[in-house]
């Protein structure tokens, strides 16, 4: 993938994970959006963030995005059961005029 | 409250063709960019396609450029329909298949902000 995700990340309940979304100059680090969706199986994908930062109406507030450079990240705070799934970034790649995703990081609450 | 249904996924052939629905409903339509996206077996999301309000703009992936065409119907008798037609379907085809609606059509900064249950195709002899 154009975005490089980790396979997995895990936490106990409460806890906080983190999920990184490595990109390039031509993506992520040419100020190009990025944005976070929940993909449950067999669910339509959900968006989470959206302009790196910004929640849409009805997302809980324990999850927040940043960027610094070609990376951005989505932080879960107080994690539950239900965060359970796998979480996908999403930009735009300029050099290759295609929207592109990560990999994926699938959740888990131990 | 924005819907999205896809329908048309099925069995087909090698080298054969498909054509995908996607019906919508609870938003002005005619007003918002579309695409498709796909995510086959154990792999992640992959974007596939994207049309423009209008229908006047086109974008696709290169690993279907050539093969599919996405098209839309903005008219209320067809009940606002996204589509996408594939032929020259391969192996490698084989995957859910999502609709989404884009947030804007400034590439920029778009995101896909409403996604449909998907619809499984699968490509096999």
């Known amino acids: 993938s154009v975005l490089t995700q980790p396979p997995s990340v895990s936490g106990a309940p409460g806890q906080r994970v983190t999920i990184s979304c490595t990109g390039s100059?031509?993506?992520?680090?040419?100020?190009?959006?990025v944005h976070w969706y929940r993909h449950l199986p067999g669910k339509a994908p959900k968006l989470l963030i959206y302009?790196?930062?910004n929640r849409p109406s009805g997302v809980p507030d324990r999850f927040s995005g940043s960027k610094s450079g070609t990376s951005a990240s989505l932080a879960i705070t107080g994690l539950q059961a239900e965060d359970e799934g796998d979480y996908y970034c999403?930009?735009?790649?300029?050099?290759?005029?295609?929207?592109?995703f990560g990999g994926g990081t699938k959740v888990t609450v131990l | 409250e924005v819907q999205l249904f896809e329908s048309g996924g099925g069995l087909a052939q090698p080298g054969g063709s498909l054509r995908l629905s996607c019906a919508a409903s609870?938003?002005?339509?005619?007003?918002?960019?579309m695409a498709w996206v796909r995510q086959a077996p154990g792999k992640g999301l992959e974007w596939v396609s994207v049309i423009s309000g209008s229908g006047g703009t086109t974008y696709y992936a290169d690993s279907v450029r050539g093969r599919f065409t996405i098209s839309r119907d903005n008219s209320q008798s067809s009940q606002n329909t996204l589509y996408l037609q594939m032929n020259s379907l391969r192996a490698e085809d084989t995957a859910v298949y999502y609709c989404?609606?884009?947030?804007?059509?400034?590439?920029?900064?778009?995101?896909?902000?409403?996604w449909g249950q998907g619809t499984l195709v699968t490509v096999s002899s």
């Open positions: 989404a609606r884009l947030s804007t059509m400034t590439v920029a900064a778009a995101f896909f902000d409403y």
């Open positions: 609870g938003f002005t339509f005619s007003g918002y960019a």
């Open positions: 302009d790196k930062t």
């Open positions: 100059s031509s993506n992520i680090g040419a100020g190009y959006g």
């Open positions: 999403q930009s735009y790649d300029g050099s290759l005029s295609v929207w592109v």
